[in-house]
């Protein structure tokens, strides 16, 4: 174990709780009686904060759906199936500072990582720079496995560099975790551009409303005020209303298609479900689905290196969204509805001015791109995951409150989102590897969840695993994924529902398993089930 500082004992007073961050974990200090508790600070059901919730005896309530969680265990109660357990840690007080144990997650590293990035440095065009290792996701051997390039590099090579794609590629978590905390010296402005934009490809884009950083792609103080913003409008508390409304959507699909005894569920299931939801949300109609879907496909393919004609087709895409959803904002300008385009409309901070069309658009971008990928993905990953492990799927049968700890393994396991990007402002030396200034780096989200130093048994899928929401599918610190409490309930109802619908269901034999050629996205092309009518 490790001590780590988190607070000074004046900080947290009697029968108080005080968020603290404790090596890249959020935690929930508390006091009562003078003796000190820890436990996780984010509800294992919503992703809800739990410092927003009120102290109920020693217990803390839930902002979002009201179960509570004892500040000194850490249990959930009353029981429920859709809340588990909290991790609890032991808080020690020195010298009126307050410290907590963590495992020592360097106490697993083989020895010899560190001598091997230095041998190998001399290789690639920086000095303390490694190469050696042939990435490319988008080649098909690791469009369809990445995991084992992953598991390699973390052996050998944790932070190498890419020469075909002038990227770092950074695959241990606790290296990730260090560098999500730095935004000042790990930039996210333009973090999604792998390549630049082809004159021909920006004469497209000139058609449209020009782009802004907004949240994904700004740093503070900008991504402050940005996140506020949307916070306001797009909150937990919208989620948890939604859920009857997501449950009606996934019966529906359902019933389009149950009584034929199989189907695709990547196309009749896991794409539509939370493409209704977000439509619904946005306050669109969802016949329009279909063209949310290219133009959310088109757009995030644009983030990857792609053939100058697909990349003109995916910006013609991207300016057809614009003028649809600025004709769509302007209408609520002079009709407001109960909808999130309203709200952002109305979205306001000290006074300032509101958000701009540019700005609004770039904003309706990331959370459609999120809204489809990420969902997507999950629960046709996570199906396939409990379809290969029988043991698994039984546990999930026989006690329902283990659904959303599956949707946080497979969240876990197969990332939907393998890595993002970032830009280093200035020289600076993570993991004994010197990264020059401007370079670019990939933090491999995928590989850091699969990492021996921070998870038992990685590359077992376990809904047992009292840990696994402690993954980086989501991202972390400031820019943790402001749609996690989204798609976390959309995987939960709709695993619940599919559980609940489809008796015997089970894998066509005979299929492979192609998944989407991406960059930093994976997600399923196809998955056929059958089950019993």
Known sequence: MVKIKVASINELREGHMLRVDADGRP????????????????????????????????????????????????????????????????????????????????ANEEPGRQEVAAVSAARCPWPGAVAGLDFNPMTPEQRECPFDIYARARREMPIFYSERFDLWLVTRYHDIVTILKDPARFSSAQSLAVEATPPEVQAVLDTGFSATPTMVTADPPIHTRFRELVGKAFTSRRVVQLELRMREIAHQLIDGFFHDGRADLVRRFAYPFPMEIIAEILGVPAEHMKQFKRWSDD?????????????????????????YFADRLEERRRSPRNDLLTDLLDARIKGEAPLNMAELLSILKQLLIGGNETSTNLISSMVLLLMKNSAQLAAVMDDRRLVQNAVEEALRLDSPVQGLFRTATQEVEIGGVKIPPGAHLELLYASGNRDDARFHNPNAFDVNRKDSSNHMAFGFGIHF?????????????????????????????????????????????????????
Request: with cysteine.
């Open 299 to 323: 757009m995030s393919a644009r983030f990857g290196p792609l053939p100058l004609e697909r990349q003109l087709e995916c910006a013609r895409s991207e300016v057809e969204f614009q003028h």
């Open 27 to 106: 935690l929930l200090l508390s006091c009562f009686d003078g003796h000190f508790h820890a436990i996780e600070a984010i509800c294992s059901h919503a992703g809800g904060r739990l410092e927003d919730g009120e102290i109920e005896n020693r217990c803390v309530v839930c902002p979002i759906h009201g179960a509570t969680f004892s500040l000194a265990t850490g249990k959930v109660s009353p029981e429920t199936n859709w809340a588990s357990d909290l991790e609890t840690f032991v808080v020690e007080a020195i010298g009126g500072e307050l410290f907590v144990n963590l495992p020592d997650v360097s």
């Open 481 to 533: 994924c402001i749609g996690a409490p989204l798609a976390r309930a959309e995987g939960r109802i709709a695993l619940e529902v599919l559980l609940d619908r489809l008796p015997g269901m089970r894998l066509v034999p005979g299929q492979d398993f192609e998944h989407h050629s991406h960059f930093f996205l994976r997600g399923l092309k196809h998955l056929d089930l059958q089950w019993d009518v």
